[in-house]
């Protein structure tokens, strides 16, 4: 038992950090972007690109990871730049697409054409790095027992699901200080509310807009390489966290960055909890049903106000 | 007296080719309560909110002092001097009271340490609410905020569209005392009113908008007379003294 709820935190938290970017998108405008998963997967991919680079720079195309973990300094490095790239891409697609659009049509012109983003997207990246899964890490990692057998199972987790876990908690936190503490963050807040009240306050909504793709494509980077650390890395891997996404964001009330957390790690720990209920094969329905659940019992979500 | 704010024959609206302000002119000199009235639908607000940037101008010209300031995005207008309150949403119902007054000193680099005071001096309601949510606030106490968040600069111009909407006559008379002591001040208030009684009682000059035109710019005195107010919402014009 413990141990699922621990497979599905390490699930939920990936979750999390890719629904925080479709949250804030939509708060702020107001439109359901089915293309935000497809910055998971190019994060994903340019993680793996500039992790060999730095593997290759520093030496021999080798990895020598860091304490138990299953990566070198050259993967975290990666990400990073993985994480500014899909933030680029981000922009120029709001630039191209959604900001045009934003002048002239309504919100369901913005969703249907972040269909065809996500089409793009996602072909692009078959056509640059092919259909075969991939991994970071080739090391074994052995996981480590936290709680003994005979308590509720126990639990065994590996150093890299613990980096997840951990990582995850750093960067909530971090966007929480940000959102509360910083002009720019109560700037977002005040923006999503009431964009023109936040115009006549001074505020430039465009660059308010600009940063919110940022940070959102820079989550989903992160969450994409999360997902690609603990799993693998494969071009459906953004269509196929596509609706936990969008599950965790409206469970936790669409708009609400603390609701997307939450939202994920209950998706999450749903689909963990699922497995021995309905077997493996039912596991990805649960998100539709979690979803179908929340539109039903409370349509606003955990955080979000009823109209 | 110079004007404080010009507009010449504004045409404005928020769909192309569908013009709802169609070549107003209104000037409006430093210092002074300027009044807009007119019957519903004659453009009133959307005047005001296309003087304020948030309604595409299509025609016609703002100047603020001697800046022309027609394309200007809105949160430069704010930046130039101009303050807007809308008539309803015109506070951050998520954020609380002094987090609305923070926000806005931050973004306008005001020092909110000097600032602060001197607004809940003259809205002393605030500084009793300051860590209340703003949305929990009472109709004129949500009124008193959305004056002070936008006056956290030291506009030179401010405008208000329907300031009395929804509040009881006692607190329109206290919303209003508090616009009098903000014009004494020094800024030159602009304000949309249906309440023209209360209105007249403040407002220097008025103007009538009748079908995205102005039809009169009088001296509110001249119009306190009830027949020539009963005139203005027949939409009939009348010369008055200006």
Known sequence: ?307 | MTAALTCQDIVAGYEPGLSIVKGATISVATGEIFAIFGPNGAGKSTLVKAIAGLVPVTGGSVYLGETDITQLPAHRMVHQGLAFVPQTENIFANLTVVENLDLAAAIMKVDRKRRLPELEALFPDLARLRGLKAGRLSGGQRQMLACARALVSRPRVLILDEPSAGLSPKLVEVVFSRLREVRDSGVTIVLVEQNVKAALAIADRVAVLVDGRERLQAAAADLRDPVVLADIYFGHARQVSA
């Open chain 1, 1 to 307: 038992m413990l141990q699922l709820i621990t497979d599905g935190l390490i699930v939920g938290s990936v979750i999390a950090l890719g629904a925080i970017g479709v949250t804030l998108t939509y708060s702020l405008l107001r439109f359901a972007n089915f293309a935000h998963g497809e910055l998971l997967t190019w994060g994903a991919y340019l993680t793996l690109t500039f992790l060999g680079v730095f593997m290759t720079v520093s030496g021999g195309g080798v990895m020598q990871p860091i304490g138990p973990f299953s990566f070198g300094w050259q993967l975290l490095a990666g990400l990073l730049v993985a994480a500014i790239l899909t933030a680029l891409i981000a922009l120029a697609v709001e630039r191209l697409v959604f900001a045009r659009l934003r002048r002239k049509g309504t919100a369901i012109v913005l969703v249907i054409a972040s269909f065809g983003v996500a089409l793009a997207l996602r072909n692009l990246v078959m056509f640059t790095y092919g259909g075969i899964p991939e991994y970071y890490s080739r090391e074994i990692q052995i996981a480590i027992r936290v709680l003994p057998r005979d308590v509720w199972g126990g639990i065994r987790i590996t150093p890299d699901q613990l980096f997840v876990l951990g990582l995850t908690a750093v960067t909530v936190l971090c966007l929480h200080l940000f959102l509360t503490r910083t002009t720019m963050g109560k700037a977002m807040r005040a923006t999503s509310e009431n964009p023109d009240l936040a115009r006549v306050t001074g505020i430039d909504v465009e660059a308010v807009i600009r940063l919110t793709w940022i940070i959102g494509a820079m989550l989903a980077a992160v969450a994409g390489a999360f997902a690609g650390l603990t799993v693998q890395v494969r071009p459906g891997l953004g269509l196929d966290l596509l609706l936990p996404l969008f599950a965790a964001a409206i469970l936790g009330g669409i708009g609400s960055v603390y609701g997307a957390v939450l939202g994920g790690l209950i998706v999450g720990l749903g689909e963990s909890l699922s497995v021995p209920l309905f077997g493996a094969e039912y596991r990805a329905a649960t998100a539709f049903l979690l979803l179908i659940g929340i539109l039903l019992l409370r349509p606003t979500g955990i955080f979000g106000e009823r109209p």
